[in-house]
């Protein structure tokens, strides 16, 4: 089984800081990596695919990089909307897929 | 696009089954890989179970062989059936086609 270890587990950010979530995994995974945002009651909502794929509809501001063990999702000039969960997601392994435990990130 | 619509959850005592549906519409369940991820209650989410356009199925550990992902080409859904429930089992379900979409989810609460 991969294990994702995301960090931080809770931010506190103020409106247009820059903010970065990072996410390790076990083993090497490729670029095998998703980031997701969850806010409360919602589905959740995909940002990045495959570590730095933009996805249609989502901000510029949202931007992943990384590989084989290692990721970053960054989000620049943070809004007061992007108060919500950020989870990692790896569909490496066809045996087993995971996702991170999840970053809460709060908007002072 | 598409479309994916859960169905099927509820109140289940411990050790019963309950079968979920995920309507799909807008493209074939059939040609995709799916998922069930499911969150319990104010925590995170977990990967269930995975089924590939060729009928290969995976499990997370703590479901196998307590559940079983399946789908249905004529009615275009795909299926979790889940025996054995457990009080752990508690959580909002959710079908995804891929990594892209995902439907609403359905509620499964295991409790007497």
């Known amino acids: 089984e991969i294990v994702l270890t995301q960090s931080p587990d809770f931010q506190s950010v103020t409106p247009k800081e820059k903010v970065t979530i990072t996410c390790r995994a076990s083993?090497?995974?490729?670029?095998?990596l998703h980031w997701y945002q969850q806010k409360p009651d919602q589905s959740p909502k995909l940002l990045i695919k495959?570590?730095?794929q933009s996805i249609s509809g989502v901000p510029s501001r949202f931007s992943g990089s990384g590989s084989g063990t290692d990721f970053t999702l960054t989000i620049n000039s943070l809004e007061a909307e992007d108060a919500a969960t950020y989870y990692c997601?790896?569909?490496?392994?066809?045996?087993?897929?995971?996702f991170g435990q999840g970053t809460k990130l709060e908007i002072k | 696009e598409g479309q994916l619509v859960e169905s099927g959850g509820g109140l289940v005592q411990p050790g019963g089954s309950l079968r979920l549906s995920c309507a799909a519409s807008?493209?074939?369940?059939?040609?995709?890989?799916m998922i069930w991820v499911r969150q319990a209650p104010g925590k995170g989410l977990e990967w269930v179970s995975v089924?590939?356009?060729?009928?290969?199925?995976y499990y997370a550990d703590s479901v196998k062989g307590r559940f079983t992902i399946s789908r249905d080409s004529s009615k275009n859904t795909l299926y979790l059936q889940m025996n054995s429930l457990r009080a752990e089992d508690t959580a909002m379900y959710y079908c995804?086609?891929?990594?892209?979409?995902w439907g609403q989810g359905t509620l499964v609460t295991v409790s007497s």
């Open positions: 995804a086609r891929g990594v892209e979409y």
């Open positions: 807008g493209f074939t369940v059939s040609s995709n890989y």
């Open positions: 089924i590939y356009s060729g009928g290969s199925t």
């Open positions: 083993q090497s995974i490729g670029s095998s």
């Open positions: 495959y570590a730095s």
């Open positions: 997601h790896q569909t490496s392994s066809s045996l087993g897929y995971s």
